[in-house]
Each structure stands twice: as structure tokens, then as C-alpha cells.
């Protein structure tokens, strides 16, 4: 009986697990879908500006402003998918070479250096967002917060990202690789 119970336990964790993973899945294919959806507006609005320049000899000059947050709306967006699919550059070769335990506790460690650095960036993102609510951006007049809101929105999502691998590496011993 204690048998199945261990196995009913199991089977509800995996579940769970699989739940999390499908909406933490999703979360990151959202981020991705909105860069792509805002690199789309980047490449549009840099035709305008060249549109402008050189057919109605008119720069518009609220182009580069607006380009500058896009593009770090996209790379922030970006940089928080590809640490929920593991797609970062990293050095693994010296991790792997090391036994099993020692390989287990440099995955731990580089899960941990990972969160800290999420919660780094959502803290100084968000401070950054409080000390720069009256600032405008020039040429387009929205608050300089705008240009921080990304960092802060990252932040949290790397964290979540990671503190999903971290108990998925716990609980099962190894991490979903996309």
C-alpha cells in the first residue's frame, strides 16, 4: 500500500511539474512573440526614417528615441526566453568533465549564480523605474521608467526561470532541455 502511495505521490508531482512547465513554457513563447511582434515595429519604424530622409526630405526625429526602447524591450524579452530554454552561450565542457557529484553541485551553483543575478537585475531595474518616474524620454515624451520597465520585467522572469530549474533539478535530478 505504502507502495502505491509513494507512486500516486509521484504521479501528482509529475503532474504538477508538467503543468508548471506547460504555463513557464508558454511564458517564455509569450516573451518571444511579443520581441518578435516588436522587432517587426523597429524594422517598420526605421522605413519610415528612411522614408522620411530621403523621399519627403523630413526626418522624423522621434525614430531614434523610440528605436532605443524598443530594442531593449526586445533583448530583455529575449534574454529572459533563452534562459527558460537554455539557450544561452555557456562553457560546459569543463563542467562535464568533472563526476557526478562534483558536475551536480557546479549545475546547483550556476543555478543559484543565475537567480541572484535575476534578482540583481529586477532590483536595480526597479529602482532605476522609482528615480525616473518625472524624467521625459526626448522626442516622445513618455517617462524615462519606460526605458528601465524591461529590466525589471526580465529580472523577475529569470528568477522564476530559474528557481524552476532549481527544484525540477531537485526533485528529479535533471532539467527539462529544450
Not at 3 to 13: A, G, R
Not at 40 to 67: C, D, H, K, M
Not at 128 to 146: D, F, H, K
Amino acid at each position: 500500500m505504502s507502495i502505491e502511495l509513494e507512486s500516486s505521490v509521484d504521479k501528482e508531482d509529475a503532474e504538477h511539474s508538467g503543468s508548471l512547465n506547460r504555463i513557464l513554457d508558454s511564458v517564455a513563447s509569450l516573451c518571444l512573440l511579443v520581441a518578435g511582434v516588436l522587432l517587426v515595429a523597429l524594422i517598420a519604424i526605421f522605413g519610415w526614417l528612411v522614408f522620411g530622409r530621403y523621399v519627403l526630405n523630413n526626418t522624423p526625429t522621434w525614430v531614434e528615441q523610440a528605436s532605443l526602447v524598443l530594442v531593449v524591450y526586445i533583448t530583455c524579452l529575449g534574454a529572459a526566453a533563452g534562459v527558460r530554454h537554455h539557450s544561452h552561450l555557456n562553457i560546459d565542457f569543463i563542467r562535464e568533465s568533472f563526476s557526478g557529484s562534483l558536475r551536480s553541485l557546479m549545475h546547483h551553483l550556476a543555478d543559484l549564480f543565475i537567480l541572484s543575478f535575476g534578482g540583481f537585475m529586477a532590483f536595480q531595474g526597479w529602482t532605476l523605474v522609482m528615480s525616473n518616474l518625472n524624467r521625459a524620454i526626448p522626442m516622445i515624451g513618455l517617462s524615462e521608467s519606460w526605458r528601465a520597465a524591461p529590466l525589471v520585467i526580465c529580472g523577475v522572469l529569470i528568477m522564476l526561470f530559474s528557481a524552476s530549474d532549481i527544484t525540477q533539478r531537485l526533485m528529479t535530478r535533471k532539467v527539462k532541455r529544450v
